[in-house]
């Protein structure tokens, strides 16, 4: 099993009656409402936090990339992961992802996901997700009948930019080039592990097995509801005639540990329903710009899940609800174990994105629910999966002799200053 | 008004409603399609021989994937003329279709024997935002483009019940079909430039407008008559939008005019 380690940045300031005074939290939130004084303390903390994910042992650290967001501070995740790729020298860090279809020309995704891996020493993993219509339609403009269209494009341009040695002309109906020629290339060959994260749009399963790309189920909605997705994926994976390797799936899990389940309560639901009262507080009409999914994905069942996930009404949820229904696994490290072991099976997915820092939750929580998880929970679920042991295919694959923080010029005169890396 | 079926010159087939008699006159509809359109339809067969075809994406006619900006969108205009044998014919249109029906009198002037705006999309004005119908709940959607609301929610729903999930779902997909396929000429902003080729019109222009248009407000009107400065110009009072399903009447007597001998 792979953990990595995900923040999402939320803006911890959101009032009390943030539902009631404000429409959303996204595309059109109040601008009044972000004190850029505050925001210099808080990435320094939740850039800490992913640097202490990687010392106590995750297998990856990962940031996402969110516009005009109140619980996802990352516009540019690219800045985020070159600050850790900097700091830390062991994790994998897994952009997930850059928005292709939203770069122009989209051979900047394949400029920038080569620093980073080349910084790094080879410990990228690149997503390359289609967007959410918030972020892609509503945010930055683009038609939504042809975003996928325009994703596509992006999409073939970057792996040709990664894998051809001659410098090409590209022709495409978004992006004409006349000279395409990166510099520089990724360390990883052919080019590092690739992660498509998807809301459930049945044209992804097919692009992920055909590709050989992993699929990351990323919602808020917990494992019980994301089972009938994955159970969708799984299928066209069989019938795509692909092995069944669990890395080739992943999925997001908002994960709390505390000494016990009563602790877990405690610490952390006043928290977790920050989260899902203010942060999830989107404008319906935001939600999916008529266009943006296909009219093969209405038509299937996935419209059946994705409507039951909208009509439920994530505010009127209570702590109680949200274990119930597994949209937060949380406890003592035993249950937590217990019912990562269920869904890791259920969902027979082999990499999880430890969502663990929840809301409003101060520092110390975060740093003692993954303190926990990293050397009470993670050593017990190594093994779920013994016959794909060493299946690192979906997996980075950094320079055995990459340099240490510690290593670098400013590494050394910190240390010397007793300062750290 | 009876159904042709007609295959275009790029191999789209598409349904047009055709009645009447008299000059020739293409109607293209708005973003919301033919619905609640009938009535103003079979009125407008009262002055013209009438062709309104569907565009791609809407009710039954397909190939809307063919369709990817705006002047695919405009050749697909005359590509329908062609296909109905139309050589010089009146083109009007309401909201999305008559931004279409102003950028075909733009690319081909001689063909076009009278145009009829009805509260045509296509410009924008930075003072007077249009609303993002791409963002309008679907409930919002009566009170933003009719005069009264309630009328508009009948009209709109069309009769649809909407406890069923069979008749929802169906409601979901054609919406999305339809709105999906207008955005590729509305979204985000509904301008495709179409004012720097406004110069090129010949035809005598008639622009009629609902008083009480939130859609698109007054602005929008005074904004028409500058750039098309030989107009006509028609306000048709207790009318939002949605004008020619709201006041049948007064905008056939107002697109009369176009089909006068």
Not at chain 1, 98 to 114: D, G, K, Q, T
Not at chain 1, 279 to 308: M, N, W
């Amino acid at each position: 099993m792979k953990f990595v380690w995900f923040n999402l940045m939320p803006w911890p300031y959101l009032d009390d009656d943030f539902r009631s005074q404000h429409r959303s939290v996204w595309v059109d939130i109040d601008r009044r409402l972000y004190d850029p004084v505050k925001g210099h303390a808080l990435y320094h903390e939740y850039m800490d936090q992913l640097e202490y994910a990687d010392s106590v042992g995750f297998d990856g650290i990962g940031v996402n990339e969110h516009h005009q967001n109140g619980y996802g501070l990352m516009p540019s995740p690219n800045i985020i992961a070159a600050g850790l790729a900097r700091r830390t020298s062991q994790a994998a860090i897994a952009v997930i992802g850059n928005s292709i279809a939203l770069y122009n020309p989209p051979v900047r995704v394949a400029e920038e996901f080569a620093m980073l891996d080349v910084i790094s020493g080879g410990r990228l993993l690149a997503g390359f997700p289609v967007g959410t219509s918030m972020d892609t339609n509503y945010c930055y403009g683009q038609i939504p009948s042809l975003t996928r269209d325009k994703y596509a494009e992006a999409h073939e341009l970057i792996l040709r930019a990664w894998t051809e040695e001659e410098p090409f002309a590209f022709d495409g109906k978004y992006n004409q080039l006349r000279y395409v020629n990166v510099w520089p290339k990724p360390i990883q060959t052919p080019h590092p592990p690739i992660y498509i994260p998807g809301g459930g749009s049945v044209e992804t399963w097919d692009f992920c097995v055909e590709n050989n790309y992993n699929y990351s189920y990323l919602s808020f909605g917990g494992y019980i509801a994301g089972k009938r997705l994955l159970d969708g994926y799984w299928e066209r994976v069989a019938a795509l005639g692909a092995d069944e390797s669990p890395y080739r799936g992943a999925f997001a899990q908002i994960i709390c540990v505390a000494d016990t389940d009563a602790e877990a309560e405690r610490l952390y639901s006043e928290h977790v329903l920050y989260f899902y009262n203010r942060c999830l507080h989107v404008y319906p009409g935001f939600a999916d710009a008529p266009g943006y999914r296909t009219i093969k994905t209405l038509q299937t069942g996935a419209l059946g899940a994705l409507r039951e996930a909208a009509r439920r009404r994530f505010s009127e949820l209570s702590w109680g609800d949200l274990v119930e229904n597994g949209n937060v696994i949380a406890g003592s490290p035993e249950t937590v174990r217990q019912r990562m072991e269920e869904m890791i099976k259920g969902l027979h997915i082999g990499t999880v994105f430890c969502l663990m820092h929840n809301g409003n939750q101060p520092d110390w929580k975060t740093r003692y629910s993954t303190q926990l998880f990293a050397e009470k929970v993670m050593p017990k679920l190594r093994d779920v999966w013994p016959e794909w042991a060493g299946d690192d295919r979906w997996w980075c694959h950094p320079l055995p002799d990459r340099l240490d923080p510690l290593d670098t010029v400013g590494g050394k005169a910190r240390a010397e200053q007793g300062v750290g890396a | 008004m009876d159904w042709e079926q007609v295959t275009t010159a790029r191999g789209i087939a598409s349904r047009v409603l055709v009645g009447g008699s008299g000059q020739p006159m293409l109607f293209l509809h708005s973003a919301t399609g033919h619905t609640g359109m009938l009535p103003f339809l079979d009125q407008l067969c009262g002055i013209a021989r009438v062709y309104a075809p569907e565009w791609p994406g809407f009710g039954e006619s397909g190939g809307e994937e063919q369709l990817e900006d705006m002047l695919d969108f405009t050749l697909h205009g005359w590509d329908i003329a062609d296909a109905l044998g139309l050589e010089r014919v009146a083109l009007s249109g309401h909201s999305m279709g008559a931004m279409i029906a102003a950028e075909m009198a733009c690319l081909c002037p001689d063909r076009v024997t009278g145009l009829g705006l009805i509260a045509p999309a296509g410009l924008w004005l930075d003072d007077h935002p249009v609303p993002d119908i791409f963002a309008t709940l679907p409930q919002e959607l009566p009170g933003l483009l009719f005069a009264d609301p309630a009328q508009g929610a009948a009209v709109l729903t069309g009769g649809t019940d909407f406890s069923s999930d069979t008749a929802l779902t169906e409601f979901f997909v054609g919406n999305a079909r339809r709105l999906g396929t207008a955005g590729k000429i509305l979204f985000p902003i509904p301008n495709r430039r179409l004012s720097k080729r406004l110069y090129r019109l010949r035809a005598r222009t008639t622009l009629v407008w609902g008083e009480e248009d939130r859609l698109y407000p007054a602005a929008y009107a005074k904004r028409w008559a500058e750039l098309v400065p030989a107009s006509q110009d028609v306000l048709v009072p207790r009318a939002g939008h949605m004008v020619p399903a709201e006041a049948p009447d007064a905008v056939v007597a107002a697109l009369a005019e176009l089909v006068s001998p």
